[in-house]
Every structure is written in structure tokens, then in C-alpha cells.
């Protein structure tokens, strides 16, 4: 049987100490980075959501569900500035139906 001193001292335990630290770790920064994520893209959708609202005040409210139901991250950033282009209530409602696709 190996002493209590001797074990604690080991490279084994060492090891073992170290990997779980790893992984918890690992695991806080993954909570971390995801939340981040989540937090980034819902101040994207509410961002394009404010243009909209600011540019065509009697926007329909179902296109805020077509916002937040897209999937794709990159869209909110690239379909704000095109919204800002938007000539007309029509066509900004158009290109949004078009990114929910």
C-alpha cells in the first residue's frame, strides 16, 4: 500500500488533478463563449428590429417573429445595413422575407 505522502505527491495524482481542472475549465469557457454568442445575436435581431421600427413606423409586427426566427447568425448583421437602404416599407419587408429563407 502506498503512503498517504507518497501518493499525493505522485504524478499520477498530479495528472489526474490537472485534467480535471482542464475540463472545467474548458467547460466555463464554452459557457462562456455561448453565451456571448447568444447575447451578440440578440442585440443584432433587436438592432434590425429598431431600424425597421425607425424607418417604417407602421411595420407589420409578424416581421419581428421573422427576425428572431432566423437561424442564420450572419444574417441580422448583413440584412441591418441593407435595411438601411431600403427605398421603401415594401421592399424592406421583402428583402426580410427573403433572409428568413
Not at 28 to 33: C, G, L, Q, S
Not at 72 to 81: F, G, M, T, V, Y
Request: glycine letters at 2%; a negative charge; charged letters at 30%.
Amino acid at each position: 500500500m502506498i503512503g498517504k505522502e507518497p501518493l499525493i505527491a505522485s504524478d499520477l495524482v498530479s495528472y489526474l488533478i490537472e485534467d480535471t481542472v482542464n475540463e472545467r475549465v474548458q467547460k466555463a469557457v464554452t459557457t462562456a463563449v455561448a453565451e456571448v454568442e447568444e447575447r451578440q445575436w440578440e442585440w443584432l435581431t433587436h438592432d434590425v428590429e429598431d431600424v425597421l421600427v425607425a424607418r417604417f413606423p407602421v411595420t407589420p409586427v409578424a416581421l419581428a417573429t421573422v427576425i428572431r426566427g432566423m437561424k442564420d447568425h450572419e444574417r441580422p448583421q448583413d440584412l441591418h445595413a441593407v435595411l438601411l437602404r431600403a427605398p421603401d416599407q415594401q421592399a424592406a419587408e421583402h428583402l426580410l422575407r427573403q433572409a428568413a429563407e
